[in-house]
């Protein structure tokens, strides 16, 4: 149970509380990771949990799981936007709960050769699986007009223009290699940190997300959960940057009423009921758990229950609250 151990996801008392397992249940970690979320629910209830996850290195958790937990553990390799044809693969079509913790993993953060962080010198990498487009790629290929408006749209950089000016320029002497070369040419350009935060973490957020598509691949997730999930059943959802709490805050907002309502003018026909119940207040981490870990003071835990009755869902909400 080492591998299990090394690893405490964020906020995972109140995510596992969110959930509620149940013995004899289904659940869904979307993200496996390191398999803390899977491990405590597991462990709480005699239920059944399958693992989704994109990352090849999550091998010796996977293992670990399976050793430790048997079949009630089962792990589908994929991404969690695709979740419903994973879950299809292994012929399950309906859960009871559903855990999303987004973006990327300390564990991704803290292996160099991932090229996640500017922390470290590595590959300028960011793959979250083992193939497809890398940061590399973007920022040698890519218009300095697209990279720019990437840089501002992903990272909410307002230097982006700037930032993408310089990029271009390095890379017509010697193409990136490296994320300390990335780095650099960031600092030379916008040196003062904001905030506190490094200049250069806006430009890594929004490459990181570009690589992996991961606003589209919440947003095909979200969609998924409405016909995944049994009534009852409770999709809980941790973010870290307000690119992604946005996209879940609207989601639940339109799926639990809790938008602006149509004019009583308009025949009640056109009105949507809410396939989901909840308040839509973001749980945030508490001052302990900062302490412990810096990370958990940026993270938010939204979650609902699908609604007992009702069948139809509509389409998902890309509006801004």
Do not use: W
């Not at 996977?62 to 991404?79: L, Q, S, T, Y």
């Not at 859960?95 to 564990?107: C, E």
């Amino acid at each position: 149970m080492d591998n299990l151990s090394l690893h405490i996801p964020v906020l995972l008392n109140e995510v596992v509380e969110a959930i509620n397992p149940q013995d004899g249940k289904t659940y869904v970690d979307g993200t496996f990771g390191a398999g803390g979320y899977s491990k405590e629910v597991l462990n709480k209830a005699n239920c059944k949990l399958i693992a989704i996850d994109r990352d090849p290195n999550v091998k010796k958790s996977v293992d670990a799981m399976g050793k430790a937990f048997g079949e009630r553990f089962e792990f589908v390799a994929g991404r969690f936007g695709d979740m419903k044809s994973c879950l299809s693969s292994i012929g399950q079509n309906k859960v009871d709960g559903i855990m999303l913790d987004i973006g990327v993993s300390s564990m991704q953060i803290d292996e160099a050769e991932r090229g996640f962080s500017f922390r470290f010198d590595g590959p300028l990498d960011m793959r979250m699986s083992a193939s497809g487009e890398t940061a590399a790629d973007i920022v040698n290929n890519m218009p300095e007009k697209d990279l720019a408006d990437l840089i501002y749209k992903y990272g909410e950089e307002k230097n982006s223009r700037r930032i993408a000016k310089a990029i271009v320029a390095r890379r017509a002497e010697k193409p990136f290699e490296t994320t300390k070369e990335l780095k650099e040419i960031i600092h030379s350009v916008s040196k003062k940190p904001v905030n506190g935060i490094d200049s250069a973490t806006r430009t890594f957020q929004a490459l990181r997300i570009a690589v992996n598509d991961e606003l589209g691949e919440l947003e095909r997730a979200l969609s998924a959960s409405q016909e995944l999930l049994n009534d009852g059943g409770i999709l809980a959802v941790v973010t870290f940057h307000s690119l992604e709490d946005r996209i879940v805050k609207n989601f639940f907002k339109d799926k639990c009423g809790l938008g602006p309502r149509p004019s009583r003018y308009l025949p009640a026909a056109i009105e949507e009921t809410p396939l989901f119940e909840g308040k839509n207040k973001a749980v945030t981490a508490k001052e302990e758990e900062i302490k412990l870990n810096p990370r958990a003071r940026s993270a938010k835990l939204r979650y609902a229950i699908r609604k007992y009755g009702v069948r139809e869902a509509g389409a998902l909400n890309h509006g801004e609250v």
